[in-house]
C-alpha cells in the first residue's frame, strides 16, 4: 500500500508533494514547518518596516510546526504517540537550541516514549521560518 496523505488541517505544502505519504504501517511526512493553517503567517517573526525579517520566536514556531505535524499525522491515521523517528532543521542551531529543547521536553517529557531525534544546523529553509521537521510514524494500515 502507497498512499498520499494531504491534510486539511495544515498549512499547504510550499511545493509539488503530498503531506505524507503511508507504505504499509509506516507513515513519511514531508518536512514540515511552523505556518498557520489558512493565514500562512508565520507565528513569532517580526519584519522590520522594509519587510525584512528582524527577529523570529523559535519557541512560537516549535508549537506550530509540533500542531502542523500532528495535523498530518491524524490524517494519515497516526497519533502523536506514533511517532518513530523525528530529524530537526534549525536555522539558528547557537540561538535557538536550548529553547527548542525546552518545548520538545514539554511534548515529549519522557525519553523512554519519545520519539528518535537528530537535530541539524542549516544555512536556510525555502521560506523564512526557523525551523522544520521531517517524521517516520507508524500508522494502522487501511
Known amino acids: 500500500m ?8 495544515a498549512p499547504a505544502p510550499v ?3 503530498p503531506h505524507a505519504r503511508r507504505v504499509g504501517e509506516l507513515l ?6 511552523p505556518r498557520s493553517p489558512g493565514s500562512n503567517e508565520i507565528p513569532g517573526n517580526v519584519h522590520g518596516a522594509d519587510g525584512a ?12 510546526v509540533f500542531a502542523n505535524v500532528r495535523a498530518v499525522l491524524e ?3 497516526a497519533r502523536w ?8 532543521f534549525l536555522t539558528d542551531m547557537a540561538r535557538d537550541f536550548k529553547a527548542y529543547n525546552a518545548v520538545w521536553a514539554e511534548y515529549f517529557p519522557d525519553p523512554a516514549t519519545a ?8 544555512t536556510a529553509l525555502p521560506t523564512p521560518i ?10 494502522a494500515c487501511g
Open 81 to 88: 504517540e506514533d511517532l518513530v523517528d523525528v530529524t530537526v
Open 15 to 17: 511545493g509539488i508533494y
Open 53 to 64: 525579517l528582524v527577529s523570529h520566536d523559535i519557541q512560537a514556531q516549535c508549537r506550530q
Open 115 to 122: 520519539p528518535c531525534r537528530t537535530t541539524l544546523g542549516i
Open 28 to 33: 513519511f511526512l514531508s518536512g514540515i514547518g
Open 75 to 77: 490524517a494519515g491515521g
Open 130 to 139: 526557523a525551523i522544520e521537521l521531517k517524521c517516520v510514524a507508524r500508522a
Open 2 to 9: 502507497n498512499d498520499s496523505i494531504q491534510a486539511t488541517t
